[in-house]
């Protein structure tokens, strides 16, 4: 599907950008790769890693259409990864957080329609599920306007589409390099915000995976959503260091105990398929329908029960210590 194709990805040095890239080398063979994105040095370090001929590194911010609008002449597919991410970060600095996730997200759609763009994936994350933190806000709006702007493209063929996910393990910021840290330096004890905590839990590999296959499956407007296992943060924090003693410091600004990626509100709009579910959008669509049951790649789905919730906390599938000891060692090949 990506040989001899342009694609470009916003944010692409980081985590997923960097696994995104080794992938698409290693299983394509791209007419263009771009990298796209705001840190020099990020992008130097990553060049000497990543320096096939099909690659382009390109600096500039999400916030700023004309420089996008340039970087996606000929590029057929465009993966938006760019965010600012950090939850406390976005409490205390939330116009910076808005002008990224949520004007980037804008400038995103316009760069792709001028250029006529083929498919568009942007990645979201569980906390727009009913979200109670800035960033979880801003990044339900970038979803409504990238499932809206399908309507916008008019006679094109730019489609629009979201993959949302949960907490990726090891990628930067996260919590399981957190530990590991803590953990070298000899920490008599892991702080845990509270004992009941849950997640989601996707390595990165996987989230990379789930966002190549719905490129195939995608006709424009769904959120596809992995079905992936959770975690306890106890068992987190026993399965990094067995025996060591666990510190309660409290929920920090704007953080939930579980996180919720298929709310109950929309369980009128969700389908369930084998390994995923697609929440399809609460808008109609000028140009075609709305009928997601049988997506792109053959894969029928059917509608969940009225009321059902994706939520961490009582997610029928839970890692255990040793599952967990595993799954964050096989996250790290």
């Not at 990506?2 to 470009?8: A, N, P, R, Y």
């Not at 989601?200 to 959503?225: C, T």
Request: charged share 20%; hydrophobic share 40%; aromatic share 10%.
């Amino acid at each position: 599907m990506f040989d001899d194709k342009s694609i470009l990805i916003t944010g692409g040095t980081g985590s997923f950008g960097k696994r995104y890239v080794k992938t698409l080398l290693e299983r394509y063979r791209p007419r263009r790769l771009v990298v796209y994105s705001r840190d020099e040095l990020k992008q130097y370090e990553m060049q000497q890693a990543f320096n096939a001929p099909c690659m382009r590194y390109f600096i500039g911010d999400v916030r700023d259409r004309a420089r996008l609008a340039q970087a996606m002449r000929g590029v057929d597919f465009v993966i938006h990864a760019a965010a600012l991410k950090q939850v406390p970060a976005a409490e205390y600095n939330p116009m910076e957080c808005i002008k990224t996730n949520i004007y980037g997200a804008e400038n995103v759609i316009h760069a792709a329609i001028e250029n006529q763009v083929k498919q568009v994936i942007a990645l979201s994350t569980d906390k727009a599920a009913n979200p109670i933190n800035l960033y979880g806000a801003t990044k339900l709006a970038s979803d409504k306007l990238f499932v809206a702007a399908n309507n916008m493209s008019g006679g094109q063929d730019t489609v629009f589409s979201v993959v949302r996910y949960g907490n990726v393990v090891g990628s930067r910021g996260s919590v399981v390099p957190f530990f590991r840290n803590m953990i070298a330096q000899g920490a008599q004890d892991l702080p845990i915000t509270d004992a009941r905590m849950t997640r989601f839990w996707i390595s990165l590999q996987q989230g990379v995976d789930f966002v190549l296959k719905n490129f195939a499956r995608m006709y424009g407007g769904e959120i596809f959503v992995p079905k992936i296992p959770s975690v306890r943060i106890v068992d987190l924090a026993e399965a990094m260091a067995p025996g060591l003693q666990h510190r309660i410091v409290g929920i920090r600004p704007g953080e939930k105990l579980h996180e919720i990626m298929c709310p109950a509100d929309d369980s009128h709009l969700t389908l369930e398929f084998e390994d995923h579910y697609v929440i399809r959008p609460t808008i109609t669509f000028v140009s075609r329908g709305n009928d997601f049951g049988i997506n792109r790649s053959g894969e029928q789905g059917r509608p969940v029960p009225q009321g059902f919730e994706y939520n961490s906390g009582t997610n029928p599938r839970f890692l255990t210590v040793a599952d967990i000891a595993q799954f964050n060692k096989h996250a790290e090949d």
